[in-house]
């Protein structure tokens, strides 16, 4: 069964430093989309980034980047260079593509406090 | 382009009451993913529309249902509804069921059951 897992429930970083939220996952399909989302708290889930499971090169949006290590199975978020509007919920997701459909599964969140 | 949109924001409702929340997905989006959050069990799966069309539905009782019409707006419902049921239900849309198609969620809608 799929699972994604984020064993850190909340996390500091100084302003404008760099921050690693951790995030593995398990499932047994070889076609495979990994998903981050940050949740303010107004509640609106805004897509980060996406790394395909057959993609050799880690995926970078701007300041994200995703540390994609395949044997690992491990879809850490790297965020650089943190700003006081980064402090957020951020969730790892994970799709199964090899069949038809979108449903995606949720890791439990780490909540990400930025101070200045 | 606007986003998902959803209604209403909020919402309370007593116990057995029922609830439809609507959803209208990014113009151009045909794929329709409808979750659940709450404290306790986070974010669950409930079903996804595409064309009008069931794909895949989660671990919910039958009370729960939903469609999908023909210019891709979604609606969910909630029969007999109980406390349990309070949470933020959020819809998500996409262009399809394509590799890489990623998921854009709408801002939510708050259900308080009473």
């Known amino acids: 069964a799929q699972k994604i897992t984020q064993t850190q429930p909340g996390m500091f970083v100084q302003e404008k430093e760099a921050v690693t939220l951790d995030c593995t996952y398990d499932?047994?399909?070889?076609?495979?989309?990994l998903f981050w989302y940050k949740q303010p708290s107004s509640g609106e889930m805004i897509f980060l980034i996406y790394?395909?499971?057959?993609?050799?090169q880690n995926a970078t949006e701007g300041r994200y980047s995703l540390n994609f290590q395949k044997a690992r199975k491990s879809a850490n978020l790297v965020i650089s260079a943190s700003q006081l509007g980064d402090s957020a919920m951020y969730f790892c997701a994970m799709r199964e593509e090899g069949n038809q459909g979108g449903k995606l599964i949720f890791g439990q969140g780490t909540e990400l406090s930025v101070k200045p | 382009k606007a986003g998902v949109t959803q209604t209403p924001r909020y919402l309370i409702k007593t116990r057995g009451q029922q609830v439809t929340l609507s959803c209208s997905p990014i113009s151009g989006h045909r794929s329709v993913s409808w979750y659940q959050q709450t404290p306790g069990q986070g974010l669950q799966f409930l079903f996804e529309y595409f064309s009008e069309t069931q794909r895949n539905k989660g671990n919910f009782p039958g009370r729960f249902s939903g469609r999908q019409f023909s210019n891709s707006r979604s609606e969910m419902n909630v029969s007999t509804l109980e406390l349990g049921d309070s949470a933020l239900y959020l819809c998500?849309?996409?262009?399809?069921?394509?590799?890489?198609?990623?998921?854009?969620f709408g801002p939510g809608t708050r259900l308080t059951v009473l």
């Open positions: 790394q395909g499971s057959y993609d050799e």
């Open positions: 998500a849309s996409s262009l399809g069921l394509a590799r890489g198609n990623e998921q854009f």
């Open positions: 499932t047994s399909d070889q076609s495979y989309g």
